[in-house]
C-alpha cells in the first residue's frame, strides 16, 4: 500500500514555552512515523480559546487545508482529541482525513499487537471510539481503496460497514472474551500459589 503523507498539527496557548511545544511536535513527529505516515509538513497553532466548531477555528483549518493541496497531504494529524463534531467540521473544510491524537495512537496498538488479548483489547477500544464517529468515518471509506489505511487498521478493514447496532453487538462480544480472559489469568494464579517454588542460583548450569 502506498504511504500516506500527512501534515502534523500541535496546538497550543500562550503559557506553553518552546521546549514544551519542540518536544511534544517530535514526539508526534515519531508516532507517526511509527504509524507509517510520511509527514510532508509541521503546523504550530497558538490559541487563547478552543473553538467549539473547529477547535482552531474555520479560518485556520481553510489555510492548514491549502497547505494539504500544496504538499499533497491526504491526512491531518491533530496532537489534540477532537470531538466527533470538531472533526466532522474540519473534514469538511479541509478535504482530507482527519485523525487525532488517540485516533493515532490506537492504529499504533493495532498495528503492533501480537496476542490473541492484545488484539481483543485493541479492537474494543477502537470500536468504542469509533461509535460516536460512526458517519464520519464512511466519508474514510470513501477516500481509501479498499477501506484501508492510517486510521483504519484493524477493525478498520472489517467493522466499518456494519452499523451501530452491529457494531455495539460486537463491542458486548469482545468485553465478554475480554471477562474470559481474565477469569482464566486468575484460575492460572490460584494454581502457580498451590506449586512448590525453588531456585537455583550461581553459576550456569549449577
Not at 41 to 53: A, K, L, M, P, Y
Not at 84 to 99: C, D, H, M
Not at 133 to 157: A, D, K, M, N, V
Not at 166 to 172: A, C, D, V, Y
Request: proline share 1%.
Amino acid at each position: 500500500m502506498k504511504q500516506e503523507k500527512a501534515i502534523i498539527v500541535g496546538v497550543y496557548s500562550r503559557f506553553n514555552t518552546e521546549l514544551e511545544i519542540e518536544e511534544n511536535m517530535k514526539e508526534l513527529l515519531q508516532l507517526s512515523n511509527t504509524s507509517g505516515l510520511e509527514v510532508s509538513e509541521q503546523v504550530v497553532h497558538e490559541t487563547r480559546n478552543i473553538d467549539s466548531g473547529f477547535y482552531i477555528g474555520k479560518g485556520k483549518a481553510e489555510k492548514i487545508s491549502k497547505i494539504a493541496s500544496l504538499n499533497g497531504a491526504n491526512c491531518i494529524i491533530f496532537d489534540v482529541d477532537l470531538s466527533p463534531s470538531q472533526a466532522r467540521n474540519l473534514e469538511k473544510v479541509i478535504n482530507k482525513k482527519i485523525i487525532d491524537r488517540t485516533g493515532l495512537i490506537l492504529d499504533i496498538f493495532a498495528k503492533n499487537a501480537r496476542t490473541n488479548e492484545a488484539k481483543t483489547q485493541v479492537e474494543l477500544a477502537q470500536l468504542k471510539y469509533m461509535l460516536p464517529r460512526l458517519t464520519r468515518y464512511w466519508t474514510h471509506l470513501s477516500r481509501q481503496e479498499g477501506g484501508t489505511g492510517i486510521g483504519l487498521r484493524g477493525p478498520g478493514e472489517t467493522q466499518l460497514e456494519v452499523d451501530r447496532r452491529n457494531i455495539s453487538k460486537r463491542i458486548k462480544k469482545l468485553s465478554d472474551t475480554l471477562e474470559k480472559f481474565e477469569k482464566r489469568r486468575l484460575t492460572r494464579g490460584k494454581k502457580r500459589k498451590e506449586l512448590f517454588k525453588a531456585a537455583l542460583i550461581g553459576y550456569t548450569n549449577t
